[in-house]
């Protein structure tokens, strides 16, 4: 039984990927004759230097702290 069900859902990801490859992506077509899908790069660019940023300053302090906890 586990099977059958295991070789539906293949057979359905298959068959949706299939689809998937036949249409264009008409949405970045027009943004990049625009020329606006390098804004929408930029951004999320800035986001993930945001978060990278973000994270290295939270670790710095975490590790100052983690010292400062370990010598008293």
Known sequence: MARKIILCLSLL???LFVLAQD?????????????KI????????AIFAGIIIYLVRLD???TKLEKNHFKS
């Open 13 to 15: 990801l298959i068959h």
């Open 60 to 62: 710095r302090k975490l």
């Open 23 to 35: 249409s264009k992506p008409e949405m970045a077509d027009v943004m990049r004759s625009n020329g």
């Open 38 to 45: 390098y804004v929408v790069i930029a951004v999320i660019v």
